[in-house]
Each structure stands twice: as structure tokens, then as C-alpha cells.
């Protein structure tokens, strides 16, 4: 079994995976011009599809991390071959299958990634075989019922239970064709139906209650299947066949990760970050949208597409005082990634940021509201937890010398060194290692535009 360190995908060196990180508070501007790596959604996608489509699909600016790398060696249980391009793992070549998975020959690990396996399923659910699906501890979690009811609507079974991993799929096909309205506005859940009508028998049609990111609907297209998108209303008819495209398919710089950087950038007096090929898709620029209520500056330049996805540069300038704003519910689903750093944004902003609506956030990789309002409440902040959001009453500075949790979340760990860079002394963050399950470089690129941050270990 591989070690740890591997399965996050650290570099071999030493025996010890990095846990704890030291971080804040900055000694200077922030300054850099930088990419972030790419956009983890998309490269969830990008594979999958390419392992379902017939011939070969070239992907550059794949994101080399945990949870990315789970997807790619699935699709080879799958029956897929993935080669690897470069040695960092952003270029890579899919053979696909033509539609034709193979049974897999053990159990499928999804690892700490919702997406994957929710998405997994809506694949799994058309494949006419049995597999078992699992993941980490923080996944076994994660609930699972919003995605399988429907795909057993469909016709796929679950004969060990639906609502938690690990679980059994016996997929179906054909399946049946359905129209759902999910419940919850979830990518994830519109997805995984979407992925699934491609085995089905009709047109299958999703209608959301409110947009959510539509990377799905923009990337099938790509690969020759035909979406119809009418509001918040997607048909899927099935083509029968997804064909590779002729030309690389390009990943953006993920905007989830770019958040961390801007967010530290307004924060730090005096800072200047150039930010390059960031993903713009409305369904996923709700945290700039915010930050920019809040009174940020962020000057966006050669706004234009790579493939199908829009992307802009960014420079992001630190101002004197950012202000508190309040976050309806329907500004929820564009941002659900990037509220915790937002909350940090609010923490040092002037008066009251009330967000509402986002319950969604405690069923995360942790409990997102609750961890953020203890850690944050650590360092001198003054944090109102409810149970759909938060209330935050800005103060002029964060507390240092304390001793946090990031609790195994990535986003919450990322979001903590950020806070620390307007500490007033370093912080340790423990349990942060899960970072490299979306952003692996996020240490390397914080210290080249001059956070302080760096592993304990280091």
C-alpha cells in the first residue's frame, strides 16, 4: 500500500508527511506575478470524459493533486490509459474506451474527493457490472443520498445501503431517462445525472432550483455530445458515443486556489499580486463578485476563452479598509468554496458580513462554519455561528501565538496561513496536510510573493 505522503502527493523526501504548518504574519508587501496550479473541477472532468470518449485526448494544465490523481488512476481501473506527458504531471494523454468500461478488479478509492465520487457514480450507474466505491474517513462522511436516489430512479442499485460510502453500484444499461429537481444546489449532483443520461434510454433533463457551475455541460460539447440549456433548465439526449477532440484540451488556473492569494494580497498594506489565466465562469466567480461589494481592487486584463471556459488575469492591490457586506442565498452556490477565506476577509473588514443560506457548508470536507468560527475565535475575532452562516464583526488585527485546527480541510487550513499574515505573531495550524488534495504548490507560491508560511518539518 502506498504511504501517505504519496497518496497526497508530497514529494519523496524523508519519511515524515508535513501535518503542521507555521505561518504569519507577513514582513512586507506581497508581490509576484504568478499561476496558480489548474482548475480542479475541470480536471476531474477532463479525465473522465476522456476515458469515456472514443480515440485520444491531450489535457495541458491538469491539476497534479490527491484528489485529481484519484480520478485519473480510477478511470484506468476503468479501462482507460492515462501517459503521463510531463514530469510534473499537467500534461498528460487519455486513451478512452469508446464507452466501453471494464468491470474493476478492486475497490474504487475516491480518497478525500466528493466530486469524484459523486460524478463516479452517474459513470458507474450505466455500466452494466457491479463496483464497490470508497473513500477517506472525511468522504465516509459526506452524504451520498442526493446523488443515488436519483440514479436509482434511473435504475442503477445500491444493495448495501445509499446514503454513505463505501458503497456498492449496480449500474444498468440502458437506464431510464429521467427529469430531476434537485433539492440542494449541487454541480455535483447536476452532474452525476448528466453523466449518467449519456447511458439512457430519452432525454434527460436536470432543473436547478438555483445556477450552479456548469463546467459538465460546457465540456461535453467539446467531446461531440450535445447540451440544451434553457435558464436553469439542462437536456442531455444522448448521442451515443463521445469522440476525443482534435485540439488539447486546456485547464484554467482554478479559482478556489487563486482566492487564497488575492485574499492575502488585499489584506497585507501595501501588496501587489498579478494573478494570471484565472477561470472566470460566472458559476465560479462569486467570491470575486463579493470581495468586490467589500470594497477590493482587483483590475481584471485579456479577459478571453480557453476552450470553453472564460479566463482573465488579475492584479489585486491591498486598500486601506474593506468593509462588511451581508451574502443572500443566492450568492451562495457561486462562492461555496471560498467562504472560508472570505470569512478571514470579513474578520479584519470594518463592521458587520452576515452570510445566509449556506448550510451547505457544514457538510464539507469538515463542518466549515463551525471550524472556521472556533479557529477564527482563537485568534480575536468575533464570530457569530448560525446554523445556516455566520454574523463576523470586523477588528484591526488577529491575534498570534495560538495554536489552531484547519481539522483535515484543505480550504480551512489554506484560509488559516492567510488569517496569519495579519496576526500579531506566528500561529501553528495543525492537521493541514490535506492541501495537497487541491493545491499541492500552495506553500511554494505563498512564499514566492512573500507570505509566511512554511511546513514545520521544513
Known amino acids: ?4 505522503r504519496a497518496m497526497l502527493g508530497w514529494p519523496r523526501r524523508g519519511s515524515a508527511v508535513p501535518e503542521t504548518l507555521l505561518a504569519g504574519p507577513a514582513q512586507a508587501p506581497l508581490a509576484g506575478r504568478v499561476r496558480v ?71 474504487l478509492d475516491a480518497g478525500n474527493s466528493g466530486t469524484c465520487a459523486r460524478l463516479l457514480l452517474g459513470i458507474l450507474a450505466g455500466q452494466p457490472f457491479a463496483a464497490r466505491v470508497d473513500g477517506d474517513a472525511s468522504l465516509r462522511r459526506r452524504p451520498m443520498r442526493r446523488v443515488t436516489r436519483p440514479l436509482a430512479e434511473m435504475g442503477a442499485r445500491f444493495p448495501e445501503g445509499d446514503e454513505h460510502l463505501p458503497l456498492v453500484i449496480e449500474g444498468r444499461r440502458p437506464l431510464a431517462a429521467i427529469t430531476h429537481r434537485p433539492e440542494v444546489p449541487s454541480a455535483q449532483v447536476k452532474s452525476a445525472i448528466l453523466l ?87 458559476r465560479r466567480d462569486g467570491w470575486r463578485r463579493i470581495l468586490a461589494r467589500m470594497g477590493a481592487e482587483m483590475t481584471e486584463d485579456r479577459r478571453r476563452l480557453l476552450g470553453e471556459e472564460p479566463v482573465a488575469d488579475f492584479v489585486v492591490e491591498s486598500v486601506p479598509q474593506l468593509k462588511g457586506v ?39 470536507e469538515s463542518d466549515r462554519i463551525a471550524v472556521m468560527a472556533e479557529n477564527l475565535a482563537k485568534m480575536g475575532a468575533r464570530v ?28 480551512i487550513a489554506m484560509a488559516l496561513a492567510v488569517a496569519a499574515q495579519r496576526a500579531s505573531a506566528p500561529v501553528r495550524i495543525r492537521h493541514a496536510a490535506e492541501i495537497a488534495t487541491s493545491f499541492p504548490s500552495f506553500v511554494e507560491l505563498a512564499q514566492a510573493i512573500g507570505m509566511q508560511v512554511r511546513w514545520e518539518d521544513a
Open 37 to 107: 496550479p489548474g482548475d480542479k473541477s475541470i480536471s476531474h472532468r477532463a479525465v473522465m470524459l476522456a476515458a469515456l470518449a472514443a480515440g485520444e485526448t491531450r489535457i495541458e494544465g491538469f491539476l497534479p493533486a490527491a484528489d485529481t490523481l484519484a480520478t485519473a488512476r480510477i478511470m484506468e481501473a476503468l479501462g482507460a490509459k492515462v501517459i503521463w506527458e510531463s514530469e510534473d504531471k499537467t500534461r498528460l494523454r487519455v486513451l478512452g474506451t469508446g464507452m466501453r468500461l471494464q468491470a474493476p478488479s478492486a475497490v
Open 384 to 411: 457569530q455561528e448560525r446554523a445556516d452562516g455566520v454574523r463576523i464583526e470586523g477588528v484591526r488585527t488577529l491575534q498570534g501565538g495560538v495554536e489552531l485546527d484547519a481539522q483535515h480541510d484543505h480550504r
Open 1 to 4: 500500500m502506498p504511504s501517505k
Open 196 to 282: 449518467a443520461g449519456l447511458f439512457a434510454e430519452g432525454t434527460t433533463i436536470v432543473e436547478e432550483v438555483r445556477p450552479t457551475r456548469d463546467h459538465t455541460e460546457r465540456m461535453l460539447p467539446v467531446f461531440s455530445q450535445p447540451i440544451v440549456r434553457e435558464g436553469r433548465r439542462v437536456q442531455l439526449h444522448p448521442k451515443g458515443a463521445l469522440q476525443a477532440p482534435v485540439m488539447p484540451l486546456v485547464v484554467p488556473a482554478d479559482p478556489s486556489s487563486a482566492a487564497f492569494l488575492a485574499a492575502a494580497a488585499l489584506l497585507v498594506p501595501g501588496s501587489r499580486v498579478e494573478l494570471v489565466e484565472v477561470g472566470t465562469n460566472p
Open 326 to 364: 451581508v451574502v443572500h442565498e443566492a450568492e451562495v452556490p457561486d462562492a461555496i468554496d471560498e467562504f472560508p477565506v472570505l470569512f478571514v476577509v470579513a474578520a479584519l473588514a470594518e463592521g458587520v458580513f452576515e452570510l445566509r443560506g449556506a448550510a451547505e457548508l457544514r457538510v464539507k
